[in-house]
């Protein structure tokens, strides 16, 4: 346990140097959908394996997961360190080195790309979601290594995704087909927010969703809406009818039988989750900043948005959108549309209803496409097993507190796989904070937590060697 005080002390000297290299591989845009940033999504491929290698990380490699079947696939890192013995576990890091586009710019009060730290936070696209998380597994690696004379106090494989942002398709493949070459006892994963500042939090489940496009087509071409409005159908007004028919005005979604699966939280977990110190009022003000809250009523908002789908439409591109007036009637227009799901829902049962019942209230004049971009399997994962208890035992060394356990309403499609195919646990262990801004302007990560976080998960591996 001394090298474990010793790896901290090494964490603690070194906090300024961690926060300058996270904001080195901050300035990288590994914005994964886009992709005239594919390049730059490599760059930060490369950037997390050599300094994985430089800390001591064995095997450290690029897997390419582009292929005929997944065009345009981004790298994921390897690397491991198995020289604890057969008898120590072996702990399997995942992070994802990608981000999401960083628009609308002109909001970002520092710019997304040029890290700046204000009032004990960092400001960047990537800060906490994941570059930042990720990168206190290969701090608190590096401080092991420093404080453990080049050794560590288990086997560890890290794994590190550059399309989480985009469905995950390249990680699933490879855990499909070479899932004996990420072996291990459990998963770490620092990709979730506490609950609440000061609050150590275990994330225990995750939705699942599936990310759709509905495409409308009218007439061969556009066409002038004085001479042909009346007699040509419109693509947009067809889409909004159909859109209109997703969900009642109570936010129930009308799709016949998607709600079949749907399993309770159990009577233990609702117990918990109303336990928690949340104030709705706050939330509706602070973090969502609308008149008011929506969606199914006799829920409450956790339940809401833990454990019980929704559906979303994220934009409908096509027509005319500049600035002034067109009159045109277009030929085509654009939605796209995402269903979170949750346990027992499946993407394949959910989306095959949902296209059914789109294509059944197709309006007059226009044909309908409706396409799965991507999906991930919503997940619930167990908590009793010895790894949860090394993290809630680290968490309340650095904390001083009993760790809560919710469940994240976001999605990471790997975790199911996890569980389901390589057949191990998952710790969620993340450090964000419900203002943290994911995906949306004026990202941050608060400096404090970022350490904290280190510093956990340096406690955490002692504990799972101990
Ligand atoms: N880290 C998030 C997921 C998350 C956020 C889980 C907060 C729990 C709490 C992840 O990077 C993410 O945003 N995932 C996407 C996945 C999708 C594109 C398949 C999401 O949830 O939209
Ligand atoms: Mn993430
Ligand atoms: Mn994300």
Redesign the pocket.
């Known amino acids: 346990m001394a090298e474990i005080a010793a790896a901290v002390e090494f964490a603690r000297k070194n906090e300024a140097r961690f926060v300058e290299e996270l904001k080195a591989l901050l300035r990288i845009p590994s914005v994964s959908t886009l992709p005239e940033h594919a390049g730059d999504v490599r760059r930060a491929a490369e950037f997390v394996a050599a300094e994985l290698k430089r800390i001591g990380m064995e095997n450290v490699r690029l897997i390419e997961t582009a292929s005929v079947e997944h065009p345009g696939g981004h790298p994921l890192v390897y690397a491991d360190w198995l020289r604890a013995g057969a008898a120590a576990p072996t702990v399997l890091c995942y992070g994802?080195y990608d981000v999401?586009p960083a628009e609308p710019l002109d909001e970002w009060k520092s710019p997304p790309f040029e890290p700046t730290e204000r009032n004990g936070n960092l400001y960047a696209r990537g800060a906490v979601?994941?570059k930042g998380q990720m990168w206190m597994h290969v701090k608190a690696l590096e401080s092991l290594f420093a404080a453990c004379n080049g050794r560590l106090p288990v086997n560890v494989r890290v794994i590190v995704e550059g399309e989480?942002?985009?469905?995950?398709e390249g990680i699933a493949q490879f855990v499909r087909k070479h899932g004996d070459q990420l072996r291990a006892d459990v998963a770490l994963v620092s990709?979730?927010?506490m609950f609440a500042p000061e609050m150590p939090t275990l994330?225990v489940g995750?939705?699942g969703?599936i990310?759709t496009e509905i495409e409308v087509r009218g007439a061969r071409t556009d066409l002038h809406s004085g001479m042909y409005g009346g007699a040509a159908p419109n693509p947009f007004v067809a889409l909004a009818q159909i859109i209109a028919k997703l969900k009642d005005p109570e936010g129930k979604i009308l799709i016949p039988g998607f709600y079949d699966k749907v399993e309770k939280p159990t009577a233990d977990e609702l117990k918990a989750w109303k336990a928690l110190p949340f104030d709705e009022e706050h939330y509706r003000r602070t973090e969502v900043g609308s008149k008011e809250l929506t969606g199914e009523p006799g829920y409450s908002v956790l339940e809401r948005t833990w454990a019980r789908p929704t559906l979303d439409v994220h934009g409908m591109p096509g027509g005319f959108i500049g600035a002034g007036a067109k009159t045109v009637i277009p030929a085509r227009a654009l939605a796209k549309v995402?269903m979170?799901l949750v346990p027992d829902m499946t993407p394949a049962e959910s989306f095959a209803k949902y296209k059914a019942y789109v294509e059944s209230i197709v309006p007059k004049g226009v044909e309908v496409e409706v396409r799965m971009i991507?999906?991930?399997d919503p997940i619930v994962v167990s908590t009793d097993n010895q790894f949860v208890k090394a993290s809630t035992g680290a968490m309340r060394e650095v904390f001083g507190k009993d760790t809560v356990y919710v469940r994240?309403?976001?999605?990471?499609?790997i975790v199911g796989d996890f569980v389901r195919e390589l057949k191990i646990p998952t710790v969620?262990m993340?450090f964000?904070l419900p203002d943290d801004n994911?995906?949306a302007p004026n990202e941050k990560f608060n400096l404090a937590n970022f350490h904290r976080g280190i510093e956990s998960i340096v406690r955490f591996f002692g504990n799972v060697g101990a």
């Open positions: 994802h999401q979601d994941d989480e942002e985009v469905g995950g990709d979730t927010e994330c995750l939705r969703m990310y995402s979170r991507h999906s991930g994240g309403g976001g999605s990471i499609p969620m993340g964000g994911l995906h």
